[in-house]
């Protein structure tokens, strides 16, 4: 999974990109893939290949997910995929700045 370098700030569009490889390391399309992601406020969302425009298929086994945050935090998520020799959960998490623009913060006008 990679995340392009920088920060992150509300409703700022963010790619994230995932490989499935099969056990002698060929790119592979899982049966399925799903992209899940959980707010620093417990809100769930789910986005499933062929149903969701968000997330599409890049090349073979190469899957990208393009989502806008909507909240300042730390944020969850799980790539799932179902399969033969390709059934995996992948979890991480990235921090969402706080902005002016979209939150009160202390200090700002």
């Known amino acids: 999974m990679a995340l392009t370098p920088g920060k992150y700030y509300v409703n700022t569009s963010m790619r994230l990109t995932m ?6 390391g060929n790119d592979v399309d899982p049966s399925t893939v799903t992209f899940k ?18 997330l599409l298929r890049a090349s073979e086994g190469h899957y990208t997910v ?15 995929t179902t399969g033969t020799g390709t059934t995996i959960a992948i979890e991480g998490d990235f921090l969402v700045q706080d902005s002016p623009f979209y939150q009160d913060i202390v200090g700002y006008a």
């Open 66 to 80: 393009d989502i806008a945050p909507d909240e300042a935090g730390r944020w969850f998520f799980r790539w799932e």
């Open 19 to 24: 490989a499935f490889e099969d056990e002698d």
């Open 37 to 54: 992601t959980c707010s620093p406020s417990g809100v769930e969302a789910s986005y499933v290949y062929t149903t969701d425009d968000e």
